[in-house]
């Protein structure tokens, strides 16, 4: 809704009114979702094709559909070493509930270096490259402003290795599905080619393959973003159940041994308004 007020004028506008052009429940009746009846017109969709189109407003392929699929399933690691299942599992440990544990690992997903932040990062650096070379720049140089910016090219190169184990299998399945080479794929392609070829020697990683699909599947970065909450999801659920089945806060202990303090020495605690005499 658009409309020219501010302020208190904009909110008076709004007093006992809610617009949605989204849906609406009808208690007894029928639930519209993006103005279809939900269980009439949508009642076959599965639940990935009805998380997009709740996202999107936009109906897809099936061969898409399984891509999309596939994106989450091939990174949904159970490894409670990964920062953010650690705390789903650390959330097991402690006995805390399932819903908070995975909320808040899924909250941590948002990591500017491993998770969302990349995520947002890489194709938001693929769609800005393929709309400077469309304006007359090279790659060179869109390179370069990039790595002088950030330091680094989102999607490309990996802290543990420099590769990336599910790159193979997404791309055997895009060729599989039929799905084609599109614009942003190739676009990534040649961006690996040319850091590969130089001193950084940097292969493209699963977030800059990701990245580069959905950009081909017209995804905006905010569509890309609302779709990637649910990706690391099935592989946290392992990690909280099997530290809730061992003992209480066994799960990464800590002796004060370990813990290296370089901070203020040992010193007593004064209640406010005691001397140190009283205190003793």
Same mark, same amino acid.
């Given at each position: 809704?658009?409309?020219?007020?501010?302020?208190?004028?904009?909110?008076?506008?709004?007093?006992?009114?809610?617009?949605?052009? $989204?849906?609406?429940? !009808?208690?007894?009746?029928?639930?519209?979702?993006?103005?279809? %009846?939900?269980?009439?017109?949508?009642?076959?969709? %599965?639940?990935?094709?009805?998380?997009?189109?709740?996202?999107?407003?936009?109906? @897809?392929?099936?061969?898409?559909?399984?891509?999309?699929?596939?994106?989450?399933?091939?990174?949904?690691?159970?490894?409670?070493?990964?920062?953010?299942?650690?705390?789903?599992?650390?959330?097991?440990?402690?006995?805390?509930?399932?819903?908070?544990?995975?909320?808040?690992?899924?909250?941590?997903?948002?990591?500017?270096?491993?998770?969302?932040?990349?995520? $947002?990062?890489?194709?938001?650096?693929?769609?800005?490259?393929?709309?400077?070379?469309?304006?007359?720049?090279?790659?060179?140089?869109?390179?370069?402003?990039?790595?002088?910016?950030?330091?680094?090219?989102?999607?490309?190169?990996?802290?543990?290795?420099?590769?990336?184990?599910?790159?193979?299998?997404?791309?055997?399945?895009?060729?599989?599905?039929?799905?084609?080479?599109?614009?942003?794929?190739?676009? *990534?392609?040649?961006?690996?080619? !040319?850091? @590969?070829?130089?001193?950084?020697?940097?292969? $493209?990683?699963?977030?800059?393959?990701?990245?580069?699909?959905?950009? %081909?599947?017209?995804?905006?970065?905010? %569509?890309?973003?609302?779709?990637?909450?649910? *990706?690391?999801? *099935?592989?946290?659920? &392992?990690?909280?159940?099997? *530290?809730?089945?061992? &003992?209480?806060?066994?799960?990464?202990?800590?002796?004060?041994?370990?813990?290296?303090?370089?901070?203020?020495?040992?010193?007593?605690?004064?209640?406010?308004?005691?001397?140190?005499?009283?205190?003793?």
């Amino acid at each position: 809704m658009k409309t020219g007020a501010k302020g208190p004028d904009l909110l008076r506008e709004n007093v006992g009114v809610l617009k949605s052009r $989204m849906g609406a429940f !009808f208690p007894g009746s029928h639930v519209i979702f993006r103005g279809h %009846d939900l269980h009439t017109e949508l009642k076959d969709m %599965d639940w990935v094709e009805l998380y997009m189109f709740g996202i999107t407003g936009r109906r @897809f392929s099936r061969a898409q559909l399984r891509l999309l699929h596939s994106l989450w399933t091939y990174t949904s690691y159970p490894d409670v070493r990964l920062w953010n299942n650690r705390v789903a599992a650390l959330a097991g440990s402690v006995r805390s509930t399932g819903n908070l544990g995975v909320a808040a690992a899924l909250a941590v997903s948002e990591a500017s270096i491993y998770g969302r932040g990349i995520d $947002m990062r890489a194709i938001d650096f693929l769609l800005r490259t393929r709309k400077c070379l469309a304006e007359g720049a090279n790659l060179e140089m869109c390179i370069r402003e990039e790595l002088d910016t950030h330091r680094s090219i989102a999607g490309y190169g990996r802290p543990l290795i420099n590769g990336d184990e599910r790159n193979q299998h997404l791309l055997a399945l895009n060729k599989e599905l039929g799905l084609g080479e599109g614009p942003y794929l190739k676009l *990534a392609f040649e961006i690996e080619q !040319f850091l @590969f070829e130089g001193r950084l020697r940097m292969k $493209m990683n699963y977030g800059g393959l990701a990245a580069a699909l959905v950009a %081909d599947l017209g995804f905006s970065p905010r %569509d890309y973003y609302l779709f990637s909450f649910p *990706a690391f999801l *099935a592989g946290m659920q &392992p990690c909280l159940i099997e *530290a809730s089945e061992h &003992p209480e806060g066994t799960l990464y202990p800590i002796s004060c041994s370990d813990i290296l303090y370089e901070g203020r020495p040992r010193r007593p605690w004064r209640r406010k308004g005691r001397t140190d005499e009283e205190q003793t």
